[in-house]
């Protein structure tokens, strides 16, 4: 974040002999992670067979949050993990109320809905919205939508996504554990910061299969195959998926303006983060995708951090030659940064998790 710093948490681990990880693999990040945070990993599954907690996740559109909290089920085990989207809630609730079932959620909404709309204007303020806007509903139907993902999810740690999505639910986000009603869980934010250029660069050069329509990015995340276009002189990828049969992947229409299609998106997320971010009495867990060029040798170990690939043909033996080198970005301060995987900061977020507990 411009003007802001999110402290590095060293996940450099000298002891690992020179053994390097290839994070893609699930067997291999099972043992990277049990390596470098195996002990505090035990104590979170601990926790959590008897526990609960309540995390809101904050950052700006395609910071990964998914992928954050997705890895962090598979090393601590899923079945006492949630990942509750408000933007998946809300459309689920649409669809269901126009397939035409209506009974249970209107039965919800008149035990425990409180706000301004009637419970039909709410039912309809759900059945009418874009499907692509939450501003459009009222927050007190949001969170009554949220209450009810809540009772069905049942005893499990829950990652709240995408709430609050405006600058007037910030005060609902500090008191949303009890206006849920919910459990005496602890509850703390989880906010990330991802470098502008990350995202721009990762919008911009997106691929996707025409068939299955998988992204990629021929710089930052390639297929296994790449090809090479000898009478346009492009190189371009090939979908990994067998069903495909080998299709090109295209470029996505509209992504050559990178992160300025979504402008208004980002500054209001970012303005969020900054107000929440001088919160008191609210743990927070800062967590950040990058680290400056500069500080990776000491604090990283080199297989953390995102690579860059480049291609070139060899006209000999007629194949592509892929290169690989540290990827640099300049981050939000204008800084040369390296972008990290998503295991290191699963790593910094599980060190941090433990001390917030108190484990």
Not at 136 to 159: N, Y
Request: charged share 30%; net charge neutral.
């Amino acid at each position: 974040m411009k003007g802001f710093e999110f402290p590095i948490v060293k996940t450099k681990f000298t002891q690992a002999n020179g053994r390097k990880f290839s994070l893609d693999s699930p067997a291999e990040r099972k043992e990277y992670f049990q390596l470098k945070a195996g002990a505090e990993i035990e104590k979170l599954k601990k926790f959590l067979e008897k526990n609960t907690f309540v995390a809101i996740l904050l950052g700006k559109k395609n910071s990964g949050k998914g992928t954050y909290i997705k890895l962090f089920s598979e090393i601590v085990g899923g079945d006492h993990v949630a990942h509750l989207s408000i933007g998946d809630t809300v459309r689920a609730a649409h669809k269901e109320l126009e397939s035409g079932n209506y009974a249970d959620l209107t039965e919800f909404l008149k035990r425990r809905y409180r706000g301004f709309l009637s419970v039909e204007k709410a039912l309809e303020a759900i059945t009418g919205r874009d499907t692509k806007t939450l501003a459009l509903l009222p927050t007190e139907v949001i969170l009554a939508l949220i209450e009810r993902q809540i009772d069905k999810i049942g005893k499990k740690a829950i990652f709240i996504d995408g709430f609050p999505r405006e600058l007037d639910q910030i005060s609902y986000s500090i008191f949303l554990r009890a206006i849920m009603g919910y459990r005496d869980d602890p509850d703390f934010f989880v906010m990330i910061d991802l470098p502008e250029s990350i995202i721009d660069a990762r919008m911009r050069g997106r691929v996707i299969c025409p068939k299955c329509q998988v992204p990629r990015h021929p710089k930052v995340l390639k297929t296994n195959a790449v090809g090479y276009d000898q009478d346009t002189k492009e190189f371009y990828l090939i979908c990994d998926n067998p069903e495909c049969g080998g299709a090109r992947m295209v470029y996505k229409e509209g992504d050559d303006q990178g992160i300025e299609a979504m402008r208004e998106r980002i500054d209001k997320d970012d303005k969020i983060m900054r107000t929440l971010l001088e919160l008191q009495g609210v743990p927070k867990i800062l967590l950040r995708n990058s680290i400056p060029v500069s500080e990776a040798q000491a604090s990283v170990d080199d297989y953390e951090i995102t690579p860059a690939y480049s291609y070139e043909w060899d006209e000999a033996n007629k194949k592509v030659i892929v290169k690989t080198d540290p990827w640099v970005v300049n981050d939000d301060n204008g800084i040369p940064s390296h972008s990290l995987l998503p295991a290191p900061v699963v790593l910094a977020f599980i060190k941090q998790m433990t001390a917030v507990l108190g484990l």
